[in-house]
């Protein structure tokens, strides 16, 4: 038995064990490929449960009530309130917690109505390597993430989606990532990011990670180092017209390329303490 299988059996073991479960659901390849394993093992007694917030883009609520028909798991829409939390607002290093405290208070009043104890997500190996604080929340809300608990990376994970017949997705994350810290979030500015992100995955595709951080009248675009080459093409001039369209007066590629923002958040922790 290779060692992923290993991993699979182990995973599929636990899920059996716990009998019913709710998936905090994304309807990214992680979210996906545990809400398939889950409702393949306890059928009607699993749900997948996506947050419908400013923080998300319409087309992953899409992508997601797509995911979960095919799947063929139950799937609830909620709509999360962590604008109401000046916490969230205010966009300290921390910000993520006040996002996942929300998200799990919510999950658990829904799990509580459905007479359901365990709230899954689908946090893995390789998630331990960036700096989350939303992981405080997932500690003080019992929520479970069996990806982790069996060792299965990112490259498990995409592995198993391919031997389950799941669509592998570039990782994502809430548009609130993509202002800088400390400076207030907004559901205008979450929505001016949405539609830069939505112009560069034209022009990228959908497979890329690529964010789109937002400073004012400033968009750094940040993409993988191989993805440059692209720039040089002549799509370059328009792709520079639709941004400013929407309200940028200065283009910018970020020479580091993509660096997760809890990276980003490690360093300012130097100075200042979350």
Avoid at 73 to 85: A, P, R
Avoid at 124 to 138: E, H, I, K, Q, T
Avoid at 250 to 272: F, N, Q, W
Wanted: contains cysteine; aromatic residues 8%; proline residues 2%.
């Amino acid at each position: 038995m290779t060692a992923l299988n290993k991993k699979y059996t182990a995973l599929r073991k636990k899920i059996l064990n716990l009998k019913a479960a709710v998936i905090a659901f994304s309807g990214g390849t992680d979210s996906s490929v545990l809400a398939k394993i889950v409702f393949d093992c306890l059928g009607k007694n699993s749900i997948a449960v996506t947050a419908k917030s400013a923080t998300y883009t319409s087309s992953e609520l899409k992508e997601a009530t797509k995911a979960a028909k095919l799947i063929g798991i139950k799937h609830i829409v909620i709509e999360t309130g962590e604008f109401k939390n000046e916490k969230f607002i205010n966009n300290p290093l921390n910000r993520c917690y006040w996002c996942k405290r929300e998200l799990f208070i919510k999950l658990k009043k829904l799990a509580r109505a459905h007479k359901i104890k365990n709230i899954l997500d689908g946090t893995n190996l390789d998630d331990c390597s960036d700096v989350r604080p939303g992981f405080a929340a997932n500690k003080e809300f019992n929520v479970i993430s069996l990806f982790l608990e069996c060792s299965l990376t990112k490259k498990d994970i995409r592995q198993l989606a391919e031997r389950l017949n799941i669509s592998v997705k570039a990782s994502n994350a809430c548009l609130a990532s993509r202002i800088p810290f400390y400076e207030r979030i907004t559901p205008l500015k979450l929505a001016k990011i949405e539609k830069a992100e939505n112009i560069l995955r034209k022009y990228f595709g959908n497979k890329n990670i690529l964010r789109a951080r937002s400073h004012n009248d400033i968009l750094r675009i940040e993409i993988e180092n191989k993805e440059w080459t692209k720039f040089g093409n002549s799509g370059i001039n328009n792709l520079v017209k639709k941004l400013k369209k929407i309200g940028y007066k200065y283009i910018t590629v970020d020479l580091e390329g993509y660096v997760p923002a809890g990276l980003r958040a490690k360093r300012m922790a130097h100075s200042v303490k979350i």
